[in-house]
């Protein structure tokens, strides 16, 4: 019996393909990507219906074998799975894709899973017109008696089925490559697009040969000789690791699984083991790598996969945004594969898997810091920033990591939250009641006011990550009465208000008199002079920027939409110390040397706040040789 069939595929389908590319394929490369995928489900069907006794058959070493033909500008897909006879060509290829271009979309929507369809022959199968101007199908089916069919389209709504040329189970399809995607006949591409799709499918992809040093024997030196050998070139690791359970898995196996994900990365902290089948399906491997300060470099560093089908390394959504800064693998059948961005935003299984990650990251941390505290004192540097990135992004993650997130003081030392507030309520108490929390953005600079603060026993912590700024204004929302402030916002004994105060040993008149000297002196704008009295032995001149005022232009500066801040002029505090003895030398001293020893105290202020520069630099220096 011959076939010989010509038709139309549907009256509603003129606009179908314009649909694929728009709705479903932003990218063209895709079509290796679901023609390997469908390629891979019909040999694991027909091995499914072997292990059933479906099918008697030999059902041979699986294996999806991808060519290219250079001369011809063919791409062929090989397998030898299922196959399909005339009447499946028909009902699969004809029927379910071209069901109607608006129905296909309503149809794609409501698919409760995305596989109902994709997996079909169909849908997946019409990517193959994104870059072929025709497009073969040889096949034969297991089916006993099964006749060999040939399909042929060129991506018109016209279709043509004759008798087929196959002698073997399995489908051929064969892309004749349209003139805008010559590209894809290049091995190079091919191999970079079946490395990044296909590195671990379940069923070996097979695409050409490489050639490989064996040994072969001993030369008279008893030394090993290699010989080269041409052995098929397998792009691809059947069981990765995210397939395998725990218990039988070696830290070992963790590590060259992220070596093969990551070549030439530092080795990671610890990892975690995604491994969940209700209300979703859900495996994966997360790794924490070694963060340091360094925010921007880390993102797109997890892979998601849908039945080991590489989908994106763009997980925005699924994956909750302050866990963008691990890497790793995420499997799940239930993510719909090429899917509009808005689709998955509104998918209920993806804020499901969000909240599932957040709660196995968190749970993880917390027996991390249970089991070992010292361990994890040790990688606090790493995970700080991420830690402190997921409790301001998080809620949920906040209410479990305020019991293991750290903070660290001068002295490196660490401490809970809650430890912190203990050590610190007693000494660090205003006046109204609020606990003051303070703290260094870069201790080298600001070693004056630490050693001031010190010298009152206060404790200083060290905040100096790029989300610090973030994370202070976190805590103030979340700690109760307290306040939190740069050591350098203030003078020590003004830092936390207390109800003693210093004697002044200046009069009202001096007072005045000081001022004016002072204000004279000062030749940067924005300086508000101020007299205040402190012990003999603190700084004779401090200049400080008001904390609130400073952080807010900080927030500008990082983008956080305080742009109105960032546009004020910057105003500072100058704090002169009316009891210590320099105050009281410059107002004994007449004309220049009083101008010269209130220019030097001031400079001196200006020098320890970095704040010295230029020519004003110079002509301190020039004074300071002409004093000696």
Same mark, same amino acid.
């Given at each position: 019996?011959?076939?010989?069939?010509?038709?139309?595929?549907?009256?509603?389908?003129?606009?179908?393909?314009?649909?694929?590319?728009?709705?479903?394929?932003?990218?063209?490369?895709?079509?290796?990507?679901?023609?390997?995928?469908?390629?891979?489900?019909?040999?694991?069907?027909?091995?499914?219906?072997?292990?059933?006794?479906?099918?008697? @058959?030999?059902? =041979?070493?699986?294996?999806?074998?991808?060519?290219?033909?250079?001369?011809?500008?063919?791409?062929?897909?090989? #397998?030898?799975?299922?196959?399909?006879?005339?009447?499946?060509?028909?009902?699969?290829?004809?029927?379910?894709?071209?069901?109607?271009?608006?129905?296909?979309?309503?149809?794609?929507?409501?698919?409760?899973?995305?596989?109902?369809?994709? @997996?079909?022959?169909?849908?997946?199968?019409?990517?193959? !017109?994104?870059?072929?101007?025709?497009?073969?199908?040889?096949?034969?089916?297991?089916?006993?008696?099964? $006749?060999?069919?040939?399909?042929?389209?060129?991506?018109?709504?016209? &279709?043509?089925?004759?008798?087929?040329?196959?002698?073997?189970?399995?489908? +051929?399809?064969?892309?004749?490559?349209?003139?805008?995607?010559?590209?894809?006949? $290049?091995?190079?591409?091919?191999?970079?697009?079946?490395?990044?799709? *296909?590195? &671990?499918?379940?069923?070996?992809?097979?695409?050409?040969?490489?050639?490989?040093?064996?040994?072969?024997?001993?030369?008279?030196?008893?030394? *090993?000789?290699?010989?080269?050998?041409?052995?098929?070139?397998?792009?691809?690791?059947?069981? %990765?690791?995210?397939?395998?359970?725990?218990? +039988?898995?070696?830290?070992?196996?963790?590590? /060259?699984?992220?070596?093969?994900?990551?070549?030439?990365?530092?080795?990671?902290?610890?990892?975690?083991?995604?491994?969940?089948?209700?209300?979703?399906?859900?495996?994966?491997?997360?790794?924490?790598?070694?963060?340091?300060?360094?925010?921007?470099?880390?993102?797109?560093?997890?892979?998601?996969?849908?039945?080991?089908?590489?989908?994106?390394?763009?997980?925005?959504?699924?994956?909750?945004?302050?866990?963008?800064?691990?890497?790793?693998?995420?499997?799940?059948?239930?993510?719909?594969?090429?899917?509009?961005?808005?689709?998955?935003?509104?998918?209920?299984?993806?804020?499901?898997?969000?909240?599932?990650?957040?709660?196995?990251?968190?749970?993880?941390?917390?027996?991390?810091?249970?089991?070992?505290?010292?361990?994890?004192? #040790?990688?606090?540097?790493?995970? =700080?920033?991420?830690?402190?990135?997921?409790?301001?992004?998080?809620?949920?993650?906040? +209410?479990?990591?305020?019991?293991?997130?750290?903070?660290?003081?001068?002295?490196?030392?660490?401490?809970?939250?809650?430890?912190?507030?203990?050590?610190?309520?007693?000494?660090?108490?205003?006046?109204? @009641? /609020?606990?003051?929390?303070?703290?260094?953005?870069?201790?080298?600079?600001?070693?004056? !006011?630490?050693?001031?603060?010190?010298?009152?026993?206060?404790?200083?912590?060290?905040?100096?990550?790029?989300?610090?700024?973030?994370?202070?204004?976190?805590?103030?929302?979340?700690?109760?009465?307290?306040?939190?402030?740069?050591?350098?916002?203030?003078?020590?004994?003004?830092?936390?208000?207390?109800?003693?105060?210093?004697?002044?040993?200046?009069?009202?008149?001096?007072?005045?008199?000081?001022?004016?000297?002072?204000?004279?002196?000062?030749?940067? %704008?924005?300086?508000?002079?101020?007299?205040?009295?402190?012990? %003999?032995?603190?700084?004779?001149?401090?200049?400080?920027?008001?904390?609130?005022?400073?952080?807010?232009? +900080?927030?500008?500066?990082?983008?956080?939409?305080?742009?109105?801040?960032?546009?004020?002029?910057?105003?500072?505090?100058?704090?002169?110390?009316?009891?210590?003895?320099?105050?009281?030398?410059?107002?004994?001293?007449?004309?220049?040397?009083?101008?010269?020893?209130?220019?030097?105290?001031?400079?001196?202020?200006?020098?320890?706040? @970095?704040?010295?520069?230029?020519?004003?630099?110079?002509?301190?220096?020039?004074?300071?040789?002409?004093?000696?």
């Amino acid at each position: 019996m011959s076939i010989q069939e010509k038709g139309n595929i549907s009256i509603h389908t003129e606009n179908i393909f314009p649909i694929i590319k728009k709705f479903l394929y932003s990218d063209n490369e895709i079509f290796l990507r679901e023609l390997v995928s469908n390629a891979v489900d019909a040999v694991q069907k027909i091995k499914r219906l072997g292990s059933l006794g479906q099918f008697n @058959g030999e059902v =041979g070493a699986p294996l999806v074998q991808v060519a290219v033909d250079k001369d011809a500008k063919t791409i062929t897909i090989s #397998d030898n799975g299922l196959g399909m006879t005339a009447e499946e060509i028909k009902k699969y290829i004809n029927q379910v894709a071209f069901s109607g271009a608006s129905e296909f979309v309503e149809k794609f929507k409501d698919a409760k899973d995305a596989n109902e369809i994709i @997996g079909k022959f169909g849908l997946g199968f019409y990517s193959a !017109f994104m870059v072929a101007d025709l497009v073969e199908i040889q096949t034969l089916s297991y089916q006993d008696g099964a $006749e060999p069919a040939r399909w042929v389209c060129d991506g018109s709504t016209e &279709f043509e089925i004759t008798e087929g040329t196959k002698t073997t189970r399995g489908t +051929d399809i064969i892309l004749h490559v349209n003139k805008d995607s010559e590209e894809f006949l $290049e091995e190079s591409k091919l191999q970079e697009i079946l490395n990044k799709y *296909a590195k &671990f499918l379940p069923v070996p992809i097979k695409f050409g040969t490489k050639t490989e040093s064996v040994e072969d024997g001993v030369d008279e030196e008893g030394k *090993a000789k290699y010989t080269d050998v041409e052995v098929d070139n397998i792009i691809n690791t059947t069981n %990765p690791i995210w397939t395998k359970a725990p218990a +039988d898995l070696s830290d070992e196996d963790y590590l /060259n699984f992220y070596r093969e994900l990551y070549p030439f990365s530092e080795e990671p902290l610890f990892w975690i083991h995604l491994n969940v089948d209700y209300p979703f399906n859900l495996t994966g491997v997360l790794y924490f790598p070694k963060l340091k300060n360094d925010f921007e470099m880390q993102r797109n560093k997890i892979k998601l996969y849908s039945r080991q089908v590489f989908i994106t390394d763009e997980v925005k959504d699924i994956v909750p945004e302050f866990l963008m800064l691990l890497h790793g693998v995420i499997d799940s059948p239930d993510i719909p594969l090429n899917v509009s961005r808005s689709f998955l935003q509104a998918d209920s299984n993806v804020k499901k898997i969000n909240n599932y990650i957040t709660k196995k990251v968190a749970d993880k941390l917390s027996e991390l810091f249970a089991k070992d505290r010292k361990a994890y004192e #040790d990688k606090w540097k790493d995970i =700080g920033l991420f830690v402190k990135y997921g409790m301001i992004s998080e809620e949920k993650f906040y +209410d479990k990591a305020k019991d293991f997130a750290l903070v660290g003081n001068t002295k490196n030392e660490l401490y809970t939250l809650p430890e912190y507030k203990e050590k610190v309520t007693a000494l660090q108490t205003d006046k109204n @009641g /609020n606990v003051v929390y303070l703290y260094t953005n870069d201790a080298a600079k600001q070693d004056a !006011f630490i050693q001031s603060a010190n010298k009152k026993d206060y404790d200083v912590l060290v905040l100096d990550s790029p989300i610090d700024n973030h994370f202070i204004n976190q805590l103030e929302q979340k700690l109760e009465k307290t306040s939190i402030k740069r050591v350098d916002s203030s003078v020590a004994d003004k830092l936390i208000e207390k109800d003693e105060q210093n004697e002044h040993v200046l009069n009202e008149d001096q007072v005045k008199e000081v001022t004016a000297i002072f204000e004279k002196a000062i030749t940067k %704008p924005g300086m508000h002079v101020e007299i205040v009295a402190l012990h %003999p032995e603190e700084l004779p001149v401090t200049i400080t920027m008001d904390e609130f005022m400073r952080r807010m232009k +900080d927030m500008a500066a990082m983008g956080g939409g305080m742009n109105f801040y960032g546009q004020m002029p910057d105003n500072y505090k100058v704090a002169i110390n009316g009891n210590h003895k320099l105050v009281s030398k410059i107002l004994n001293a007449e004309g220049e040397e009083q101008q010269n020893l209130a220019k030097q105290a001031v400079d001196l202020a200006l020098l320890a706040q @970095g704040m010295l520069t230029g020519a004003e630099l110079t002509a301190f220096v020039s004074r300071s040789v002409a004093l000696i």
